[in-house]
């Protein structure tokens, strides 16, 4: 498969993306600067975390606005694999294509640590490597990370099983604990958590591989 | 707007408001102008020849440091040192104190200490890895402290994360003289792939001088206390001197720079940040050491505001600046590249041969003074020193603590906020962007390792003023032995240090003598060690109502580790694992934290540092990492060998069962030179034979997270969820 | 020059933790007849005289861009010039 | 209730990054007559009704606690019930 690491001014841990499919699933990658107007040849397209544009308005607002975004709804739209980390979750909420808003942590501060996730749906092209109510350690770093929607959109994200990642510890006060989110149609994920930074036991856990994994599994599955 | 006249500013002896003295002015006047400095001259001067720029009250001192080694590529004089690494790799380090800006303005002041930090790297070229701090304040005791704290621990992180670099160590202590005047130290490391690179000249005739990143404003103008009611109406708007930084900026600035240096070091000549007195010092000291005059015209440089005058300009320390010498044939691509950042870059100016520092604004020749009058020409002070009557008092003192029950001092000093967790704090930090960062805060050095080598790179801030102010020679070598057990401990070799010495006022005889005695002891212990002193920082006059902080020198070591599988962390890792204490335990209570607990002050002399046997014992242990035989190294510091057991069973969710030849007062001794490692059984033959000489057998690891513990005079047990409460949440509850 | 005073809030079905926080700092520091607090943001848009459709372009500015209708409401004053 | 309005803006000479940013996004939505964007805070502040020395103590509470005197400068309004 072959990625796309889209860069918008300030994303910061585009390299880190990079790095964990070049030299963790051992895929094609590159970068696509903001600027560009076509993912072409793409299979993937991943948004990486950071502050893009210094998150000055409100995290990933003005990002939306960049040139490459039409493309990455037209190729959202295709049903092709959508992945927003961090600040990419932020961007992909901004933009519509996922549901719901994260806005600052309830106790207003930043938060660095290695949190446990559950995973709650393993019918996702982002999460068919992981067993069904795996508990999984994952780093996160946000200071606007509590995921918000309304009760309605609640229960359609219930009803369509669109959570995909839970807080085993509500860290940041997001409702029903959510930490990532599908689309309806499965192929966008959004997740606050960075599974980039966690594709080796040497930096303190391995469990974010089975994500990168699980959609090159998809691919060869939808192959076949 | 009238500027005063060169008369008047004789007569009224304006000058000295600006902190030059009559014989600075008269040397300028008289020696080296041979006329009378107009206002935007004696400007310049008075930046140029601060302390801050200048070192000129403590030049002497600091070369008295070491600064070469077979590694060294880079040292003092630069924007950051350099040490050679191997594979043709570098590591650029250096630290910088942001004290008086964080004390006006919390938040910006710790936020621009660590963006001008990161300048400071990526302008030597490197690409920065990991940043750490060294912070100190007044105790927890009431709202102004507690934002205070709030504020600059939320700038250091709201600028680190926002441009992603990771956190990864640092520290944070509270003593009662730091309460007006609290120390807020930035470190950064940055790793060179380009060893090559020569930053910071301008040199060359024509070669042209191009400026790039944010805009001027009238930022952190702070000298102007001229610039008073005679010639401004407008006073309130222009009085605003607080810089502000902005990461977002900084981010483009360095990728920019790093990128340039990598792929097209030969555009340009020389690349420098603008900090301290922003374009004077950056440029002047760029010609200066280049040999070389340069034309700069104002007009060209971006402004914010309106109407700034030269002085002004000059003068200002708006952020996330810098400038660069470009070979005129590339100056179009150099203008290019930077607009693909979206990043301002405009030229400014030339270099000349004249070996003159001309600036023009609307058209009128508004300074033209020798460059190296500036920069080499400062006169160098020798300070008066005099040894505190205190410590001559005090000499024979030796405190001894009182123990009535080991459970309850042990429970009271692991809450204390000096030794309490700071994760509270270091949360807040990202100490994991880039996806390197092997050793998170916590443990006794941050790790990063160099991706695609086998390597990694080792770094700690440390210093304990309170030593240092019972006897500045020997506080100045344990802060650097300290130091180096962070980095040993973590399975890395010391390779060099920058630091950052906070003092009191070097007019101050006994604030000079301080500084002199630990400047000594820092360079015999960087001696013992082979780790040259590469960059750092003077930060003096930090006093309130002319009291002095301790003498507070902050040490930065980095080390190199050569194998990541060296890398060692500090707490338990199996239940069974042998703990052995290393090192010879003696009553050294003076300076400690007990001390500060049970006597509320600090009293006595330090026993002097057997260099010898730090160095052996370090050795010890270095060895013992490389053959594969710790599981978990500590050093032992504050509060000594009870609260090195204790942080490494809390981190680790597990318990311990020791028996010790210690009494329950030694158990809180301070005594150096000592270490606590944990050995699987299987190991412990090999373990012993190495080790020989000074250690003891302790106990044993617990699946059971209780502290059972057997002193010479004391059976106890200590509940291992009462001490992880105390110890975890004792911050939190200070801070709410 | 035509200023534009744009005023952002959160909808109240929004926990508003900054306002939060606020509100139990004014009541450490003694004022206690507080109910309570919400904090949002506040833009200040100088925009050229000749401005046509002045109010439709700022009200998708804030649409598009200066709100995110999820989560915040918004509502501005054209100041008729400054 | 007394709802009081407060605005805190970055004093002029104070470098706005937030509001530069909003601009040139705004610029790059196509709306180009905008001489410049300023960001600032606004908040509600909710007192009871019966409140004596409501101006001067909300005066403190802003110079205190909203807005930072070194960087900022506020406004309020009392609105005399809400
Ligand atoms: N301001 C800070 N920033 C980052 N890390 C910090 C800070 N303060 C403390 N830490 C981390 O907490 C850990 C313990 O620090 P410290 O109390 O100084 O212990 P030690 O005496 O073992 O060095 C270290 O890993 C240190 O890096
Ligand atoms: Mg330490």
């Keep these: ?224 | 707007m009238t500027e005063p006249t060169a008369k008047q500013i004789r007569e009224e002896k304006l000058y000295q408001q600006w902190g030059l003295t009559d014989s600075e002015y008269e040397l300028i006047s008289q020696k080296i102008l041979k006329r009378l400095p107009n206002y935007t001259e004696t400007g310049l001067y008075s930046v140029m020849w601060s302390e801050h720029c200048s070192y000129k009250n403590s030049k002497k001192v600091l070369r008295k440091m070491p600064n070469k080694s077979n590694r060294v590529i880079a040292g003092p004089g630069e924007d950051a040192g350099i040490l050679d690494i191997g594979d043709n790799q570098a590591v650029v380090f250096k630290a910088e104190s942001h004290n008086h800006p964080s004390a006006v303005e919390p938040y910006q002041g710790a936020a621009t200490g660590v963006g001008g930090i990161i300048r400071d790297i990526f302008s030597m070229g490197a690409q920065p890895i990991a940043l750490l701090n060294s912070l100190k304040f007044g105790p927890l005791k009431d709202g102004k402290t507690k934002h205070l704290v709030n504020e600059v621990v939320a700038g250091i992180g709201g600028y680190g994360n926002c441009i992603g670099l990771p956190t990864v160590g640092g520290e944070i202590s509270f003593e009662d003289c730091y309460e007006h005047n609290p120390l807020v130290n930035a470190m950064c490391v940055g790793l060179l792939n380009n060893v090559e690179f020569k930053h910071g000249t301008a040199s060359g005739t024509d070669n042209l001088i191009v400026y790039v990143g944010a805009k001027t404003g009238r930022d952190g103008i702070h000298g102007a206390t001229f610039a008073s009611d005679e010639f401004t109406d407008t006073k309130n708007k222009q009085r605003s001197a607080v810089q502000v930084g902005n990461p977002f900026i900084e981010k483009l600035l360095m990728d920019a720079c790093v990128e340039i240096i990598e792929k097209h070091s030969d555009w340009i000549l020389g690349i420098q940040d603008m900090g301290a007195a922003g374009l004077v010092s950056s440029t002047a000291e760029m010609a200066s050491k280049a040999g070389s005059g340069l034309i700069l015209n104002l007009d060209n440089v971006p402004q914010r505001e309106i109407q700034m005058t030269a002085y002004e300009m000059m003068l200002s320390e708006s952020q996330e600046r810098m400038v660069l010498c470009v070979k005129p044939q590339f100056v179009n691509d150099v203008l290019e590249f930077f607009k693909r950042f979206e990043l301002d870059a405009v030229v400014i100016g030339r270099v000349t041969d004249d070996q003159q520092y001309k600036i023009y604004q609307h058209e009128n020749l508004v300074t033209d003074i020798p460059v190296d009058s500036l920069t080499e020409l400062v006169p160098e002070y020798d300070r008066l020193e005099k040894k505190p009557a205190r410590i001559e008092e005090q000499k024979d003192y030796q405190f001894i603590p009182q123990i009535d029950s080991l459970k309850n001092t042990w429970l009271t000093m692991l809450s204390r906020p000096n030794i309490a967790s700071k994760k509270y704090f270091y949360q807040t930090y990202d100490s994991q962007v880039r996806a390197n960062t092997l050793v998170r805060p916590g443990s006794d050095a941050g790790v990063v390792r160099i991706r695609g080598t086998k390597k990694a790179i080792a770094m700690t801030n440390d210093s304990n003023s309170k030593y240092v102010y019972l006897n500045p020679y020997v506080g100045g070598q344990i802060a650097v032995m300290e130091a180096a057990r962070n980095i040993v401990a973590s399975g890395g070799e010391p390779i060099g240090i920058t630091d950052c010495l906070n003092y009191g006022n070097p007019e101050n005889p006994e604030a000079f003598w301080e500084l002199d005695q630990s400047v000594e002891g820092i360079a015999s212990a960087c001696e013992k060690l082979d780790t040259p002193v590469i960059s750092g920082n003077v930060s003096l006059y930090n006093e309130y109502n002319d009291v002095s902080i301790y003498p507070s020198p902050m040490i930065g070591m980095v080390g190199l580790i050569s194998d990541i599988e060296q890398v060692t962390t500090s707490y338990f890792k199996d239940a069974g694992d042998l703990i052995y204490l290393i090192g010879q335990t003696q009553d050294d209570f003076n300076g400690s934290e007990i001390q500060m607990e049970q006597l509320g002050q600090l009293k006595g002399d330090l026993r002097s540092l057997d260099l010898e046997k730090e160095k052996l014992h370090q050795d010890i242990v270095k060895y013992a990492i490389k053959q594969g035989l710790l599981k978990s190294c500590h050093d032992l510091s504050e509060g000594g060998l009870a609260i090195a057991l204790s942080k490494a069973a809390l981190d680790s969710g597990l318990g311990f069962e020791i028996t010790t030849r210690l009494n329950s007062a030694q158990m809180f001794s301070e005594t150096q030179s000592r270490f606590l490692v944990t050995v699987s059984p299987d190991k412990q033959e090999d373990f012993e034979k190495l080790i020989q000489g000074e250690f003891e057998l302790l106990g044993q690891v617990s699946e059971n997270p209780d502290f059972k513990v057997t002193t010479t005079n004391e059976i106890v047990v200590i509940d291992g969820q009462e001490a992880a409460n105390d110890w975890m949440e004792a911050m939190a509850c200070l801070m709410k | 020059m035509k200023l534009v005073k744009v005023y952002v809030t959160l909808k109240n079905s929004v926990l508003d933790a900054q306002g939060e926080a606020i509100k139990s700092a004014i009541n450490t520091m003694g004022y206690r007849k507080l109910n309570d607090v919400h904090m949002g943001k506040y833009f200040e848009l100088n925009f050229a005289d000749d401005y046509q459709g002045l109010e439709e372009d700022v009200d998708k500015i804030c649409d598009d861009l200066l709100a995110n209708p999820n989560i915040e409401t918004y509502r501005f004053e054209i100041m008729e010039d400054a």
Excluded at chain 1, 11 to 31: P, T, W
Excluded at chain 1, 145 to 155: I, V
Excluded at chain 1, 168 to 184: D, H, P, Q, R, Y
Excluded at chain 1, 200 to 212: A, K, M, Q, R, T
């Design chain 1, 1 to 224: 498969m072959k990625f796309a690491v889209v860069n918008f001014p300030g994303s910061n841990c585009d390299m880190d993306l990079y790095y964990a499919i070049r030299d963790g699933i051992n895929e094609q990658v590159e970068l696509v600067d903001y600027r560009a107007t076509s993912l072409d040849g793409f299979d993937g397209v991943l948004i990486p975390g950071g502050f893009s544009y210094g998150d000055y308005l409100r995290s990933g607002a003005i990002a939306v606005h960049a040139p490459i975004v039409k493309e990455i709804i037209r190729f959202a739209n295709d049903g092709k694999i959508v992945l927003g980390i961090c600040n990419g979750f932020q961007i992909l909420t901004e933009l519509g294509l996922l549901p719901g808003a994260l806005v600052r942590n309830e106790k207003g501060r930043f938060i660095c640590e290695t949190v446990e996730l559950e995973v709650v749906n393993t019918q996702t092209p982002f999460t068919n490597e992981y067993q069904a109510n795996e508990t999984i350690k994952v780093p996160v770093a946000h200071g606007e990370g509590r995921y918000y929607c309304d009760n309605e959109t609640l229960s359609q994200l219930e009803e369509n099983e669109q959570i995909v990642f839970r807080y085993k510890n509500n860290i940041n006060g997001s409702v029903a604990l959510i930490a990532g989110v599908t689309n309806k149609q499965k192929n966008v994920l959004g997740m606050m958590p960075h599974p980039e930074r966690a594709l080796e036991e040497i930096v303190g856990s391995n469990d974010g591989l089975n994500l990168f994994q699980s959609i090159i599994n998809n691919q060869v599955r939808v192959n076949n």
